[in-house]
């Protein structure tokens, strides 16, 4: 059913990942810049409020028929928690209360898992900075799809089950592709998660764990935010690997749309993302953007030349990478891993 999907490998480069450069030819040009870096004292109240709005939810449905509960799950409890993951991903990059207090970011991380029903916070963070400092590497970014997805999934009815499935791949891929030793950070986070659902099953029985678990694996899938998955680096024009989005929908997602601005200074929050391209127009305003995730996510399926293989593939350089990413030793944060050792001891 539909046409088979034309490219049959990655779209192979030897040129270094356009992000680096494009952030020292702005920062030369505009230093003002610098000033948009830092934390955004806003997130912490955002996340308290709709993790706050998810629990009255969760209550609230209680009582209703499961067709409610089902239809609440995509369309509230999927577009909140769709939103969620994204707030965790501003404080994965410690922009909730930066980067001198990765406790406290690590601690509002574990709070916005909570609606989600599933534990993800910290291993995201864990992978998620890899794939800016490793984007498109052959072995480190495990945000590609694998050959296995690339050659499976190249026909119009498999490509709509690969948006259905986008969480489950998102989810296993890196153990594959990547895999790393369960952290005392990560164990922290599951018991939490556990303890959470533990006591809304209590309180209120099944139907608002469903709506939970099943509001975020839907509101990941086929669903108008999960656009972005796809719109973020799946190449529709030959070469281009990043691609921007401004449409009304940054609203709900932390600006998450601005990805090349994103990937070009991700110390910068989203909420200030925006200026970025008001101040250095000229870096952006020609570089291919995407109008619309509901129609990234039409084409990605019915178009026989865009599948999983679609996305630009490089192997980074050791030199490049040390030279890109050379940074001064931490030691607030090598003291506050001392600290949240001893509250996994204790706990």
Same mark, same amino acid.
């Given at each position: 059913?539909?046409?088979?999907?034309?490219?049959?490998?990655?779209?192979?480069?030897?040129?270094?990942?356009?992000?680096?450069?494009?952030?020292?030819?702005?920062?030369?040009?505009?230093?003002?810049?610098?000033?948009?870096?830092?934390?955004?004292?806003?997130?912490?109240?955002?996340?308290?409020?709709?993790?706050?709005?998810?629990?009255?939810?969760?209550?609230?449905?209680?009582?209703?028929?499961?067709?409610?509960?089902?239809?609440?799950?995509?369309?509230?409890?999927?577009? $909140?928690?769709?939103?969620?993951?994204?707030?965790?991903?501003?404080?994965?990059?410690?922009?909730?209360?930066?980067?001198?207090?990765?406790?406290?970011?690590?601690?509002?991380?574990?709070?916005?898992?909570?609606?989600?029903?599933?534990?993800?916070? /910290?291993?995201?963070?864990?992978?998620?900075?890899?794939?800016?400092?490793?984007?498109?590497?052959?072995?480190?970014?495990?945000?590609?799809?694998?050959?296995?997805?690339?050659?499976?999934?190249?026909?119009?009815?498999?490509?709509?089950?690969?948006?259905?499935?986008?969480?489950? &791949?998102?989810?296993?891929?890196?153990?594959?592709?990547?895999?790393?030793?369960?952290?005392?950070?990560?164990?922290?986070?599951?018991?939490?998660?556990?303890?959470?659902?533990?006591?809304?099953?209590?309180?209120?029985?099944?139907?608002?764990?469903?709506?939970?678990?099943?509001?975020?694996?839907?509101?990941?899938?086929?669903?108008?935010?999960?656009?972005? &998955?796809?719109?973020?680096?799946?190449?529709?024009?030959?070469?281009?690997?990043?691609?921007?989005?401004?449409?009304?929908?940054?609203?709900?997602?932390?600006?998450?749309?601005?990805?090349?601005?994103?990937?070009?200074?991700?110390?910068?929050?989203?909420?200030?993302?925006?200026?970025?391209?008001?101040?250095?127009?000229?870096?952006?305003?020609?570089?291919?953007?995407?109008?619309?995730?509901?129609? /990234?996510?039409?084409?990605? $399926?019915?178009?026989?030349?865009?599948?999983? &293989?679609?996305?630009?593939?490089?192997?980074?350089?050791?030199?490049?990478?040390?030279?890109?990413?050379?940074?001064?030793?931490?030691?607030?944060?090598?003291?506050?891993?001392?600290?949240?050792?001893?509250?996994?001891?204790?706990?």
């Amino acid at each position: 059913m539909g046409a088979q999907v034309s490219q049959t490998d990655y779209e192979w480069v030897y040129t270094e990942e356009p992000h680096a450069t494009r952030r020292k030819e702005i920062l030369a040009k505009y230093p003002e810049v610098k000033k948009l870096m830092g934390h955004e004292p806003r997130t912490k109240y955002i996340v308290a409020a709709v993790v706050l709005f998810q629990i009255l939810s969760l209550y609230l449905i209680k009582d209703a028929s499961w067709v409610t509960v089902v239809i609440l799950a995509y369309c509230l409890g999927g577009t $909140i928690n769709h939103s969620l993951t994204l707030a965790i991903h501003e404080i994965s990059h410690n922009l909730a209360f930066g980067h001198s207090y990765p406790l406290a970011n690590r601690i509002l991380g574990y709070i916005a898992n909570l609606p989600l029903g599933v534990p993800m916070s /910290v291993s995201f963070k864990k992978y998620h900075l890899e794939h800016h400092r490793y984007q498109g590497d052959v072995e480190r970014d495990v945000d590609i799809p694998t050959e296995l997805e690339g050659k499976f999934f190249t026909r119009t009815w498999s490509k709509l089950v690969y948006c259905l499935l986008m969480p489950y &791949f998102y989810t296993i891929r890196p153990l594959f592709i990547r895999p790393k030793p369960l952290t005392g950070l990560e164990i922290i986070n599951i018991i939490i998660q556990v303890v959470f659902d533990i006591c809304i099953y209590y309180l209120w029985g099944i139907k608002p764990v469903f709506y939970m678990i099943a509001g975020t694996l839907m509101g990941t899938g086929l669903h108008p935010l999960s656009g972005h &998955f796809i719109a973020e680096h799946y190449m529709f024009i030959k070469g281009c690997e990043t691609y921007s989005y401004y449409g009304p929908l940054n609203y709900l997602t932390f600006n998450v749309g601005y990805h090349n601005e994103h990937h070009d200074f991700p110390y910068i929050p989203g909420s200030r993302l925006y200026k970025v391209k008001e101040i250095a127009q000229e870096f952006y305003d020609n570089l291919p953007q995407h109008s619309s995730w509901c129609r /990234v996510i039409s084409n990605f $399926i019915t178009d026989p030349s865009i599948g999983p &293989f679609s996305r630009v593939r490089r192997r980074i350089k050791k030199d490049y990478e040390e030279k890109t990413y050379k940074r001064r030793p931490n030691t607030k944060w090598k003291d506050t891993c001392r600290l949240e050792e001893v509250v996994f001891a204790i706990l």
